[in-house]
């Protein structure tokens, strides 16, 4: 799919009242971005997955708001039409409402994006709705929180107990009611995420939630196989461009030895 209009967050709405899927993706440079709108990706999230994916981090607790508002920003540059959301990194809107406003308005201003994505439910609600009061559009994210795993003890799918079900369909009521234009839902079971999406009106975009959500998002680095460490269980490899890119180290640096390159048409 081509698209060739800016994208709003009018149009993710539109999708859900149509029943058409949302299609997302992270990314994390100005290349990624322009080839993922350029096949039709609407969402790109510069995710704080970008501590594991690009920076070598073990957890997303690390990165930093100036990292984040760098990869922001070279996302901005390569994508055209897509609707760019800035994942805002931890601690960087938890100390107060102030803080969170603050910061987003780097993101806004700065990176040149188009909306934030917090974590978080109730508890967060309010820093959403004075954020989407300020004419910042937030993406929640409910589910497993990375930015948590620390008090969590680890990544745990979420929403298996009763209590836990109920908690999570009373945080995307509060996400929705605080004024998110849409919800991440991670790693929570298609059965409860199927009901969280029909209980909303904004949509929902599942990682790990079944194919009932909205829309889908997914790392792209889990989907290009160029995140060795473990496959998530939830993603899918649709390339193995890490075996691609030793193929190609492998091969560049026995021509180098050997002598065969640089060759004549290489050379001036
Ligand atoms: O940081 C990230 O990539 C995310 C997605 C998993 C939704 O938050």
New binding site residues.
């Given amino acids: 799919m081509d698209i060739q209009k800016k994208i709003t967050t009018r149009y993710f709405r539109q999708k859900k009242e149509k029943g058409e899927k949302i299609l997302s993706l992270?990314a994390y440079d100005a290349p990624t971005a322009k080839f993922a709108e350029e096949c039709g990706i609407e969402l790109l999230?510069?995710?704080?997955?970008?501590?594991m994916?690009l920076l070598g981090y073990k957890s997303?607790i690390p990165v930093t708001i100036e990292q984040s508002l760098h990869h922001c920003a070279a996302v901005a540059r390569g994508a055209k039409f897509a609707f760019i959301v800035g994942?805002m990194p931890f601690m960087t809107y938890h100390p107060s409402v102030k803080t969170a406003m603050t910061n987003a308005a780097r993101y806004i201003q700065e990176a040149g994006v188009d909306g934030v994505?917090l974590?978080g439910g109730k508890v967060i609600s309010k820093t959403i709705t004075r954020l989407v009061g300020a004419g910042v559009p937030v993406m929640g994210?409910i589910g497993l929180l990375?930015q948590s795993v620390l008090t969590q003890g680890g990544y745990r799918i979420a929403g298996k107990t009763k209590d836990e079900e109920q908690r999570l369909i009373e945080d995307a009521k509060a996400v929705e009611d605080a004024g998110a234009f849409c919800i991440?839902l991670?790693c929570i079971p298609a059965e409860l995420s199927a009901r969280i999406t029909a209980s909303l009106k904004i949509p929902t975009?599942g990682?790990g939630a079944g194919p009932k959500c909205d829309g889908q998002?997914?790392?792209v680095n889990d989907i290009l196989g160029m995140f060795t460490d473990f496959i998530p269980k939830h993603a899918k490899r649709y390339a193995n461009l890490s075996e691609e890119m030793k193929k190609a180290f492998t091969a560049y640096a026995s021509e180098v030895s050997s002598g065969k390159f640089p060759g004549k048409e290489n050379s001036f």
């Fill in positions: 992270t999230l510069v995710g704080d997955s970008l501590g994916a997303t994942d994505k974590e994210h990375p991440v991670e975009i990682i998002i997914q790392v």
